[in-house]
């Protein structure tokens, strides 16, 4: 257990909502990270953050933005939902203490969002 | 661009004998490789990894193999068994300055018992 709770676990909303998941970890990793699962398509890295206030964009991060105020938590917004970001979303940590790309990732339980 | 592939979205085995899973990658940046096992309803896990200056890195019943030449990585699971039914997931990542990786599309391995 890396400490690593996603909230809601389940939401079912409806287009053109605004939407916000949160992620949050009890272990201070510096690295943050929000991708989505889908049949097909694998694991695909949305944002990142490598810090407080320091954020990245990843592979797919149209339509979604991040916040993170704190070390612990790292937000995933959809400002206006849409049923092709009907999803699986999970939050990973890592620690990065190593050389860059080497710390092993610990993931979140997921949370699945149906937007209808 | 798919810079990670796994061209095999299924794979059944009959318990007991060996699992390959293979990865195939693009870009030549990528230096330090790691495979994730899913189960249902759970996030991934961390399996294995492997840095590009090794061809095999070896953890009990799981073995992975890269071929640098082929931008190819196989995941051998010895002897298989039911409990490794599971989604597995290869990752990249370069490590001259990025925390980022880039996974397949996964793999779904079913062992027979």
């Known amino acids: 257990d890396a400490g690593i709770t996603q909230s809601p676990r389940h939401k079912v909303t409806e287009t053109g909502t605004p939407v916000t998941l949160r992620c949050h970890q009890t272990?201070?990793?510096?690295?943050m990270y929000w991708y989505r699962q889908d049949p097909g398509h694998g694991l695909r890295l949305i944002h990142y953050s490598y810090g407080v206030k320091d954020t990245d964009k990843g592979e797919v991060s149209d339509g979604y933005s991040v916040s993170r105020s704190k070390t612990e938590d790292f937000l995933l917004t959809l400002e206006s939902a849409t049923s092709s970001q009907t999803s699986v979303y999970f939050c990973?940590?890592?620690?990065?203490?190593?050389?860059?790309?080497?710390?092993?990732?610990?993931f979140g339980p997921g949370t699945r969002l149906t937007v209808l | 661009d798919q810079q990670v592939k796994q061209n095999s979205p299924s794979l059944s085995v009959q318990e007991g004998r060996i699992s390959i899973l293979n990865c195939d990658y693009t870009n030549s940046m990528f230096d330090y490789f790691l495979w994730y096992k899913k189960y249902p309803a759970e996030g991934p896990t961390f399996l294995i990894s492997i840095s590009s200056i090794k061809d095999k890195n070896e953890d009990g019943r799981f073995t992975v193999f890269l071929n640098k030449s082929a931008k190819h990585l196989s995941l051998h699971i010895v002897p298989s068994q039911p409990g490794d039914s599971a989604v597995y997931f290869c990752?990249?990542?370069?490590?001259?300055?990025?925390?980022?990786?880039?996974f397949g599309t996964g793999t779904r391995l079913k062992v027979l018992a």
């Open positions: 272990e201070n990793h510096r690295y």
């Open positions: 990752a990249a990542s370069h490590t001259s300055g990025t925390y980022k990786y880039i």
């Open positions: 990973a940590i890592a620690a990065g203490r190593g050389r860059a790309g080497t710390d092993t990732q610990y």
